[in-house]
């Protein structure tokens, strides 16, 4: 958990009631508790919500994802949606951020950099993932954020508690979004493009049908901004062609003929395409 001050803007997903540090738990006034694992994170996610014994990304494609972003391949991503937080958030005071969908917490991490060196402004920092390894290895690498194991669906925050939501290649629930962010919070999303990864896609698939455009304006929402990242990576071995392919759905949606190709690939060039699109509630 975070090593800052701030008051307490998590919830009991049991109840909605707020979440009270007392020692190494959080408790609500109506007596649920949670405990504080070891690494530094805290399980929020009730049984009675999981679809599976082990929901999210496996500890497999977490490493993937975390070997992958350390390279930096996805850092003109980060450095887009930083560039938006820092254009959206006043110059100094207290800015609450939840990345819904955190994964193994690099985009966080990538903010906090350039706020730091930026802005005078402090960070209340929530990142919520329903893969218990992807927060496990977030809370690993970075003690200034506040690491959950919850929802979209289910949110584990107090409404209104938020100014910025960022959803980066996740699943969006705008609704509880809409119920999390404050009255004139902003939300950033990131959604890959028709072009992103199209050469590895033309390799691993036997035909590829044309991608449905990203949703611009979701019901509840303005669309404030809107850009268009398009630039090209180099994988320069089958190790980093491999964590890519790990990393992604695509893993398990091909077959064992396109498994083949994928690992016969020594080295490849990829487009990146991503939209990230700026919004406001109402």
Request: hydrophobic share 40%; with cysteine.
């Amino acid at each position: 958990m975070s090593d800052i001050t701030f008051p307490s803007l998590l919830a009991c997903p049991m109840d909605g009631l707020p979440l009270l540090r007392d020692q190494g738990s959080w408790r609500c006034p109506t007596g649920h508790s949670f405990d504080i694992a070891r690494q530094g994170y805290i399980n929020l996610l009730p049984v009675q919500n999981k679809r599976s014994k082990d929901p999210g990304d496996s500890k497999e494609m977490v490493l993937a994802r975390q070997e992958f972003l350390s390279a930096g391949h996805y850092k003109p991503i980060a450095e887009a949606v930083n560039d938006l937080v820092n254009a959206s958030v006043p110059a100094d005071g207290t800015v609450s951020i939840l990345d819904a969908g955190c994964g193994e917490g690099y985009y966080l991490r990538e903010l906090t950099k350039t706020t730091a060196t930026n802005s005078k402004s402090r960070l209340h920092l929530t990142g919520v993932d329903i893969s218990k390894w992807a927060v496990m290895a977030a809370a690993r690498q970075d003690k200034s954020a506040d690491w959950i194991v919850g929802s979209n669906a289910n949110l584990p925050l107090l409404t209104a508690s938020q100014d910025v939501v960022l959803c980066l290649f996740g699943f969006p629930v705008y609704q509880e979004f809409t119920r999390v962010l404050s009255a004139d919070g902003i939300l950033i999303k990131v959604d890959a493009g028709p072009d992103h990864l199209i050469e590895l896609r033309e390799i691993i698939y036997p035909s590829i049908r044309a991608a449905n455009p990203p949703e611009n304006t979701p019901p509840g929402f303005t669309l404030l901004e809107q850009h268009s990242l398009r630039y090209t990576i180099r994988l320069g071995s089958q190790t980093q062609i491999s964590r890519l392919l790990t990393m992604t759905p695509h893993l398990y949606r091909i077959n064992a003929e396109g498994r083949s190709r994928a690992e016969a690939l020594m080295d490849i060039s990829l487009t990146v395409h991503v939209q990230v699109n700026k919004l406001v509630a109402g």
